[in-house]
């Protein structure tokens, strides 16, 4: 759907320069420029999608499809120019200019009837913010999680329906969204028939001569119990069969490594109190922390059980900034996060264990010393991991 989208509107782009420039001989530079940077953008994610490592083919999709928009309301926009009528002038010519300015205002009409259409094929919702902040604009699409039954809110009504524990920390987000952070990602309840749907909200900040816009994407999460929890950070992690395939092959090799079995041990206490959805966004939270900081690799961090993963080491650097962070009990591993307006430190627990090449372990052996290692760190109340050998 999201290409159907960016293909319609290049061509209405396109359609609009050309009949700006056919109607008023008026090549405009920046038009032509703003529709090859679209354009090209688009290429390059559908046919070289290899090089796009960044992002997901997904998501740099709906970006440029979001782009897009604006992009096709500004030519909408500024397709009308102002034409100078003189005394040379006949009737005819007259009659001529009526009908070209009809046809003019057909295919501008037509255009937006198009676009608008075209906004229905989307699975997300989308919103389109005031300048002010003051109000919003939303799709139908997004109608249907939010149960209203107008496409223009103010903030305060819209605000009205986000979970009143996540009121505070919804605009105190939006509001810190400017030049110098134009992107954002905010995860909020709404509420629905008396219940809190978890909502993601996408989104970017530009401006228009001038003029501060807001555009987002929106969409629904859907929490699951473990293993399927439709959160793509913890249901894209490989599992615990695909780590024994992995060490498997590792421990083949003369390369070291560590074997580190991590448990987020207050998960429960946070399911109980906040509830499990609540609890597997921390999860996703944390592990898109921890990915960041020590696992960029692919195949790095592995899904155990629900709240316990296996992290993998081969870079000794990496492994000696974890170390670091684990003795300062920094909060590069007890991490703060803010879901919605709750916000929680995640505490884990650490077992470490370190493969040499010419250690004789099995991987049964490799495991058991891990998990033990584990289990020592968590009945340990003065520190929270343990390095096994030390």
Known sequence: ???????????????????????????????????LVIGLAYAFVRFF????????????????AIAAYPATVVLALTFKRKIRITENLTDY????????????????????????????????????????????????????????????LSMENYVDL??????????????KINKKNPNFDLKYRIKHEGVGVWVEERGKYFE???????????????????????IHEIDSLPTEQQLIQFLNLAMKNTEPFYLIMIQLTNIPDINGRFGRDVGNLMIAEYIKKMRYHFAKDVNSIFRVTGIQFALILKDQRKYDVLYRALQSGGDLINLMLNIGGIQQVV????????????????????????????????????????????
């Not at 228009?208 to 439709?230: H, N, V, W």
Request: without cysteine.
């Open 208 to 230: 228009f001569e001038k003029r501060p816009q807001i555009i987002s994407a929106i969409k629904p999460i859907d929490i699951k119990l473990f293993p399927d929890t439709l």
């Open 49 to 64: 999608p290899i090089y796009v490592t960044f992002i997901t083919i997904d998501d740099a999709k709906l970006y440029i």
């Open 1 to 35: 759907m999201v290409d159907i989208f960016i293909y319609v509107s290049l061509a209405l782009m396109i359609l609009l320069f050309l009949l700006n420039w056919i109607i008023y001989r008026k090549l405009h530079v920046w038009k032509l420029i703003v529709i």
């Open 347 to 390: 505490y884990p627990n650490l077992g470490i264990v370190k493969r040499e090449p010419w250690d004789n372990y099995t991987l049964n052996e490799l495991l058991s010393i891990s998990n033990k290692s584990l289990n020592e760190a968590i009945r340990n109340p003065k520190k929270n991991y343990s390095v096994f050998g030390e």
């Open 162 to 175: 986000i979970h009143s524990d996540d009121q505070s920390a919804y605009l105190s987000a939006i509001k």
């Open 93 to 152: 010519d007259f009659f001529e200019l009526e009908k070209e300015l009809a046809e003019v205002k057909n295919s501008s009409d037509l255009l937006r009837l198009r676009y608008i259409s075209t906004i229905g094929l989307i699975r997300e919702g989308l919103i389109f913010y005031n300048e002010d902040l003051n109000g919003l604009f939303v799709t139908d699409q997004y109608l249907e999680i939010i149960d209203y039954d107008k496409n223009d």
